[in-house]
Nanobody, 124 residues
């Protein structure tokens, strides 16, 4: 069983930056891929970024590529999402998720555990 808790969301002006954190419980965190998803009101859940178990491989959605960096610190059971050059369209609830195995995935069905989410609001 894996439990995830996100933090770091908040209100930021367009062009600003935020660093989201996701802390995992349990002893299997280091053996799972991790991902970030977001969902805005009235919109479907959207993939943002993913990272494999070791942190050696990452993948980003086109919407955030070049502006965001996903990373992990397995010693701290934590995965991060650094977001720069934020836009109002980035406004959403951001959730982290633990994958079914060591790989990273870009779609939700391949993730077994989800955090409660943290709100990111970008003002114009």
């Amino acid at each position: 069983q894996v439990q995830l808790e996100e933090s770091g969301g908040g209100l930021v002006h367009s062009g600003g930056s935020l660093r989201l954190s996701c802390v995992a419980s349990g002893r299997t965190f280091s053996s799972r891929g991790m991902g970030w998803f977001r969902q805005a009101p009235g919109k479907e859940r959207e993939f943002v970024a993913a990272i494999n178990w070791s942190g050696g491989r990452t993948y980003y959605a086109d919407s955030v590529k070049g502006r965001s960096t996903i990373s992990r610190d397995n010693a701290k059971n934590t995965v991060y999402l650094q977001m720069n050059s934020l836009k109002p369209e980035d406004t959403a609830v951001y959730s982290c998720a633990a994958a079914i195995d060591t790989n990273y995935y870009t779609t939700a069905p391949q993730y077994s555990y989800w955090g409660q989410g943290t709100q990111v609001t970008v003002s114009a």
